[in-house]
């Protein structure tokens, strides 16, 4: 769908959940002297301003990263980023993942970032130094895997603004899985009230042995908005992701 533009959603809780988690990962592979590869499927414009009218508009980033960054550990690879994107491009910036990850990694990393909508793409094109493809973002990867180097991480984040993206997601990851059994996968997903997500989440673990399913509940961001939480499904996680997955439960708890 080409409706869809995060500006209005930017450093909500969902935003926060998936991106302390992806920022650790990250963090943790760049431990090792060795190349990895990143690639993301609906990569959005990278850079946010959060007090675009948008932002404005539905209070998410006031319910979400402003009330959550002090009550993450202060030296969080999160953190870290968004201090160095306020730095450089004022209080009210805001990274998306592409722009987390391009700060995390090193040169000898790759980046390739997917965006079908015509200005997102655009506006990522103009902020982002990794490979910018203008496609559909599963056909990307499946095009790309396994990739070189081998070692490395994919995020998915779809809008799921179309019912049929639970499904499809479902059958993509062990399908991703099985060209690149050794790569982290990442799939964000959002807690709905009719539970929608719940088949899906438990056909990829059933798949996907030792896959790591991982969720946060919170009160909808005001009357009417029908996110009640956010969820991530991890194929190969990292050691030590389980414990950060763990200090999330206990800040989200605390809000």
Excluded at 18 to 24: D, N, Q, R, T, V
Excluded at 43 to 61: H, I, S, V
């Amino acid at each position: 769908m080409l409706s869809y533009q995060h500006g209005y959603h930017a450093g909500n809780l969902a935003d926060v959940h998936k991106h302390a988690l992806l920022a650790w990962a990250l963090d943790y592979l760049t431990q090792k002297d060795k190349p990895l590869s990143y690639i993301e499927t609906h990569a959005g414009r990278g850079l946010y301003d959060l007090a675009a009218p948008e932002a404005l508009k539905t209070g998410e980033a006031a319910a979400g990263i402003a009330r959550m960054a002090p009550l993450l550990p202060p030296a969080h690879p999160y953190l870290r980023v968004l201090e160095q994107m306020r730095a450089a491009h004022g209080e009210n910036a805001y990274p998306g993942s592409p722009l987390i990850a391009e700060h995390l990694l090193r040169d000898t990393d790759t980046i390739h970032l997917a965006e079908l909508h015509p200005a997102e793409h655009a506006a990522l094109s103009s902020v982002s130094g990794g490979r910018v493809h203008r496609t559909d973002g599963l056909t990307l990867a499946q095009s790309l895997l396994p990739p070189t180097p081998r070692r490395g991480l994919l995020l998915i984040d779809p809008s799921y603004e179309v019912k049929d993206d639970y499904a499809t997601m479902a059958k993509a990851l062990p399908h991703l899985h099985g060209k690149w059994n050794v790569g982290i996968l990442m799939l964000w997903y959002p807690l709905l009230p009719d539970g929608r997500h719940r088949p899906m989440a438990r056909a990829i673990t059933d798949a996907i042995p030792g896959t790591l399913r991982h969720e946060v509940g919170f009160a909808p961001a005001r009357p009417g908005h029908g996110m009640q939480g956010s969820g991530m499904v991890v194929v190969n996680p990292p050691w030590g992701m389980a414990a950060q997955a763990a200090m999330l439960d206990r800040l989200f708890k605390r809000l």
